[in-house]
Structure formats: structure tokens, C-alpha cells
């Protein structure tokens, strides 16, 4: 049974609470027009998805403490600066429904704001010498940073083979999510077995969270028309790179001409669908779910055991 | 008047160790991703003046031997610094740097900012991984001043109502604060001694102002080489000259000049118009004799030190940076 993300995240209720009131204050400054566009950004935040691997893989080992929080906000602000850094470069109009910060402060505003967020978490650990806790963030930039490049590189070609595929989102969306389980982890437990036991788990269910979101796009277990989602990211999905490597030449080029163009979407999504590309995509997903599921089995149980389990299976279950 | 050396000839003493660097900061950014690994080596063939490496160098000579702790400050400052001004190019929308394309003249915004987070969290990985803790304490104040800097005066340009003592807190926060934070780091690798870490910061800061109003009179063409006037100008960015000249002025002469600044800072005969006004007004004398004095007072710092080849590079350093041509 699929849990609610209100009982997953009853563990950590207070925590978070706290956190929300917390991370308000991170963000503050003195100068006014900063804190009108962090306001904006408080407003529209999501659902703290990351907040929550870090707390509950903290409570997994011990008691969440300072540092705990002190890695909560380092992931969150990091977070919150690649968002508006991307909104910047891809002149994106809206995110999560309200005006994205360019449209209302212009490029210009958008860079140093997303600077400052970045600028901002890695003072928080600075200040109070959560040397280690930056290391894993820090090490986390870089991988997005790299992955955003390969995937531009690649995407130019139309033409990736699995293996760099995944190497792409393990660094550009699993990255963050590793990185947050393994600070959690860091604030409460010295053990390096831990840490990267948990960051091993954050890998596996950031690429897990991958794929679901790309079986979205392909109109599996989702309300999406995948006729109304852009051809050109499905080009970059596990499902179109294996189909890719399977059909004839001829249909290949014929596909990526489709993509280029960004016409007849109902060709390429029928020859996806043919290849068996969406069941073989499900099949790696619910690969990755075990693994991540694997690897909190070897860890005794206790409440946040059974939440990030929760987790696990609410990411691949998700119907949005 | 002191004379002015060449840059070469100030690097003298530290030629060795500039090479050095430069060997550590190229194999501190070396990657596998070849997009990548291209515009890294695109950036470093535009390596410029070196200046902040220089400081850290020299300021760690005055108190000691080069070690590995001044070369991981140098390289994380001169990262540090070169992924800002990859972003600055972006935010100002400026398609040349250093005389040639700039990042996102040749590879667009999208690339130019993932480059610029990638070096700023590769800069924090180099002190972390090697334990510079102290390092990084000494920077993230700075850090911090810079931003903040950036936002305030991007506040305050949006009004062009500034006065003389916000302009001095900005450029204190965005030019001056990494200079006396390379100053101070460099220093700090060769001495544990507080006060002296204090003293070569706070030489750092009156260098990094005067270094900030040089860059202002460009502007105005005081010496007719180096850059194209009225660049700040059309920036909309608010220079000491024209702030000297705008408080000085008459109110309706003020209102004349702030509404071309704002509304016709396109037009080179309007861009030619405030240029006049300031020279008239005396704004440049004025800043000149500011600069002077902030110069003195680096002088003053500096000349607490005992004689040696690191001191007289620093102060050749220190009038190169007053009396610059570009």
C-alpha cells in the first residue's frame, strides 16, 4: 500500500516544522530587494522532498541535531539556487505555477540571486565548520554542474548510448538526492560505511525518481498527455535512448529528424511503444526501487526506517 | 611620483611560484567531460592580470616561505574570482572579455552559469579536501561582502540615488573584500600571528579601493589609452567621479544629468554630455586625490614591515595598480 506523504512524514513532523521556520531565516538579509525575491521563492517552494531523505536518514542513525538542520538548509538553498540558475539559462516562463523570477526580475537579478542562494548555504556550513557537510554538497554542484554539460554536449547529437545516459542523470538529478541522504547520515553517525551506504540509497532512488517522471512523459500510470510534453526532453529518456538503439537505421534517423523538427510526436511515441522500451524502462526502475530497498534492509529498524522505505515505494507509485 | 614597473618586473620574485600555480590551477579544473575541458582551456588561454595570485604570493613572502597552503589559496581565489566574472559577463549581458569572446558569447548563458557553479563548488572542494580550514573561514566573509554588494548596488543603480558613503561600501564589498581576503590568506599560510593577518587584510582593503577608482577614471579618459569611455555610463553603474559631480552640481543640472544616465545612456553624443560634466565639475581630481590617499595608507601598512623583496614587490604592486593604464 502506497502511504500518504503526511504519514511518511510523521517522524520528522516537528523537524520539518522547525526546518520551514529555519530555512525563512537563511534566506533573509538586509538588503530589501533580495528579500522580495526570496519571499517569491519562499512562496512558491515544492513539496521539501529533500529535506525529508535528510531528517529521516539522520534519524535512521541517532538524533537530529544541529548539524542535521545545518544540512537540511546547505541541500535546500543549494537546491533552490540551481532552480533559479536553470530558470535563468533556460528562460523558462513559469515553474510550479507563479511567475518564474525572470519574468518579474530579469536575467540579470536571477543569476546573483541564484550566487547569493549558493553563496548563502555554503556560508551556513562555513560558519558553524560543518567542513564535511560541505564537502558532500559541494562535491553534489559539481556533479549537476558536470551532468548539465554532458547532457547538453549529448543532446546536441541526438545519439547517447545507456551507459552515458546514466551517467548523466546519476550526476545532474541523482546527485542532490544522494547528497542529502549522505548529510543526513553525516550528522549523526561518524561510521563512513553509513554515509555512503545512505548515499548509495539517494543514488539509487534519484534515478528511480527519474524514471518515473520519464514513464510520465510517455503517459504510463499518469493523467500527461505525452503528445503535449516537448519531443526534444524525450529525447534525452531512458525509454527513447533504448528504442534508439534497437530499430533500424533507417527508423533511427527518421526519429531523430522527428526530434530536431519537433513534429510528429505520435510516430516516435508509437515506435517507443512497439520496442517495448516503456516495460524494459519500468523493469530498470523497479531494479533500482529494490536496490534502494536493499540497502535500508541492512540497517536496523526503527520509524524512519519504515518512512524512507515508504518513500521508496511512494516515488515509483506516484501518480504525478 | 614613484615610478611605475612593469607587471613582469613585479612578478620577478615570484616567477617560480607563479608558474607553479599555474600548473596546480590547470590540474585542479582538468575533466573528462570534453565540452567541458575545452572552455577550461579557452579560459585559461585568457588568463589575465594574475593580480589576486600575486597578492597572495608576495603577502605570504613577507611573513615566510611559499608552501602548499599559499598555492591552494591562490588557486582557490583565482577560481574563485574568474567563475564571477564568468557570471558577471552574464549579468551584463557583455559579449568580450580580457579583449576576446566571453563565455557566453561563444557558448550562451546556459553554459556560461553552469561553468561558473561548477568552478565555485570545485574552488570550496580544493580547500576542503586538502583541510584548509581557515582558508575558508578567512573567505567566506568576503563571499559574503561580495554578494551583498552586488545586490545593494544593484538597489541603489536602479535609483541613481547614491552617495558617497554607500559607493564606498559597495566597492569595499565587491572590489576591495576579495583583495584583502587574498592578502590576509596568503599572510596566514606563513604566520599564525593575528595582528599581522589583520593588518596585511586591512592593507588588502584600502589597495582593493584604490584598485576600484582607478578602474572608475577609466571612464573618463584621464590618460586616452585602455578602454572605451563611457562604458559605466551606459552601465547605468555609478562611478566616484560622476557621484562627486551629480553632489555637487546645481539641482536642475543634477536632474539633467541623472535623466540622460537612466534614459539616454544609448546615445554616445548624451554618453559624451556627462563625460564633459564630470570633468568640469572636478569629479576627477577629486577621485584621484581619494585614490591617493588610499594608497598612502596601504603605503603606511605596508612600511610596518621590514625591508625585503616581497615589501618593495608590494609596493611596486601597489603603484602599478594606482597608475595602470588598462
Redesign the interface.
Known sequence: MVQSLKTIKRPIEIELKSFEKRFRDDMRSNVPLLDKITYYIVQRKGKQVRPMFVFLSAQLFGKINDATHHGASLVELLHTATLVHDDVVDDSYERRGLFSLNAIWKNKIAVIVGDYLLQKGFLIALQNKRFQLLEIVAEAVKQMSEGELLKIERSRQYDIDEKKYFEIIRKKTASLIAAACAVGTASTSEDEKDIEKMNAFGEKIGIAFQLRDELFDFGINSPRNPLGIDLKEKAMSLPFIYTLNRVSLAEKRKMINHVRQGKKANEVIALVQANGALEYAQKIMIQYQKEALAILKTIPDSKAKESLEDLVNFVIQRKK | MTMTKSLNTIKHPIADELKIFEKRFEAALE?E????QKINTYIFQQKGKQMRPMFVLLSAQLCGEVNEGTYHTATFVEMLHTATLI?DD????ANERRGVASVNALW????A??????W???S??IC??N?R?QL??IF?HA??E???G???Q??KTRKLNIKEDIYFEIIRQKTASLIAASCAAGVASTTGDETIIEKVKLFGEKIGIAFQIRDDLFDFGTDDVGKPLGIDIKEKKMTLPLIYALNNASRSERKRIINIVKRHNDKPEKVNEVIEFVRASGGLEYAEKAMLEYRADAFEILHTFPSSPARESLEDLVTFVTERKK
Do not use: M, P, Y
Open positions: 575533466s567531460v570534453s565540452l567541458l557570471h552574464v549579468v551584463d549581458d550562451k548563458n546556459k553554459i552559469v553552469t561553468i561558473g557553479d561548477l565555485i563548488a570545485q570550496l572542494l576542503l579536501k583541510k580550514f575558508l573561514e567566506s563571499v559574503k561580495i554578494i551583498e552586488e545586490l545593494l544593484s538597489e
